[in-house]
């Protein structure tokens, strides 16, 4: 396998930076199809960054590689240094910087740009002329299980054929806007793109970066940059999601939650979630669900404020039925 490691500039005043980028495959030939993977969005989303590098190490095993795969393993290194959402540098989520393909961003003077800015302008070159992309990440705080997100409903066939557990249609970031992220960006330019997400954030899971694998190698083997040996069994049909059904239960104050179920858990209607001890009185109480589904997201760390996620919960469709609006 051919292997050439190159950088992503991105220029700012005052905080430049030189990104690692990892081009596998046919690296002199403009003729083939590209991919561009990304992780380390967010810093303390250890679980995607984790893939990533463990994704570029099968990839030098593999000497059939039909195009072209650029692997961008930490996207945002003073957030990674810092193990935060936002980048400290100036405060900005880089998950919504990502504007597509909106003129006025185009035009914006280099001055003008924030570090956080700047590296999503430059991710965003880089896709121009991509086939495709995915995009890493994992919970922050807490434990996914892994899943791919697709922003157009024509991807549906490319979410379920990465063979996750569950494929989910997302409108919006998890600030509720409609544009921003990476995923979203690349849709608005037509290129077929994905999100995964990989377990834990903050603690890494060795089984999620193994199944995050898998995924990649896939979806690279749907889209035909691999043979088709590499490919999974794809997602079943009731568990690819055409609409955002999340149900979220949330910690009504401050408190320590202690979770005794597993994301990817059948539940039924009232199933207890964990325990949550108040430290208003130290007194312990359950936390139990509501409809029954599966278990997509499970808080890990167990300090929690007042309006934290503690779980997520798909509804359970019949598998007769799909998942039909």
């Known amino acids: 396998m051919i292997v050439e490691r190159g950088f992503l500039e991105v220029a700012c005043p005052g905080h430049p930076l030189q990104l690692p980028i990892h081009r596998f495959g046919a690296v002199n030939d403009p003729r083939t199809s590209r991919i561009l993977i990304t992780a380390g969005i967010h810093g303390r989303e250890n679980g995607g960054i984790g893939t990533a590098y463990a994704l570029m190490e099968t990839l030098t095993g593999i000497s059939e590689l039909r195009g072209v795969v650029d692997v961008l393993p930490v996207a945002n290194p003073e957030s990674c240094d810092a193990e935060t959402r936002t980048n400290p540098v100036d405060g900005k989520n880089l998950g919504e910087c990502f504007t597509g393909c909106g003129v006025a961003e185009d035009t914006l003077e280099l001055n003008g740009r924030s570090q ?76 077929p793109a994905l999100t995964f997400e990989l377990g834990g954030g903050i603690t890494i899971w060795p089984e999620d970066v193994g199944v995050g694998v898998r995924a990649i190698l896939s979806i690279l083997a749907y889209w035909n940059y691999l043979s088709p040996e590499h490919a999974s069994e794809p997602t079943a049909p009731n568990q690819v999601y055409t609409q955002d059904s999340r149900m979220f239960t949330k910690a009504a104050e401050e408190g320590v939650f202690y979770p005794s179920v597993e994301p990817g858990q059948a539940l039924r209607r009232g199933d207890r979630l964990g325990t949550w001890v108040s430290l208003k009185n130290l007194e312990a109480k359950p936390v139990v669900g509501g409809d029954e589904g599966y278990l997509l997201y499970l808080r890990s760390r167990c300090r929690t404020h007042g309006g934290d996620t503690l779980a997520m919960v798909l509804p359970k469709i019949p598998e007769e039925d799909g998942n039909k609006e």
């Open 116 to 191: 956080t800015e700047a590296i999503a302008r430059a991710i965003l070159a880089r896709l121009d002329g991509c086939a495709h992309l995915v995009d890493l990440h994992s919970a922050g705080e807490a434990r996914y299980l892994p899943h791919a997100l697709f922003f157009r409903e024509e991807e549906a066939s490319s979410a379920a054929a990465a063979g996750l557990p569950v494929a989910l249609l997302r409108k919006t970031t998890r600030e509720g806007a409609a544009t921003g992220m990476l995923s979203q960006a690349a849709a608005l330019r037509g290129i």
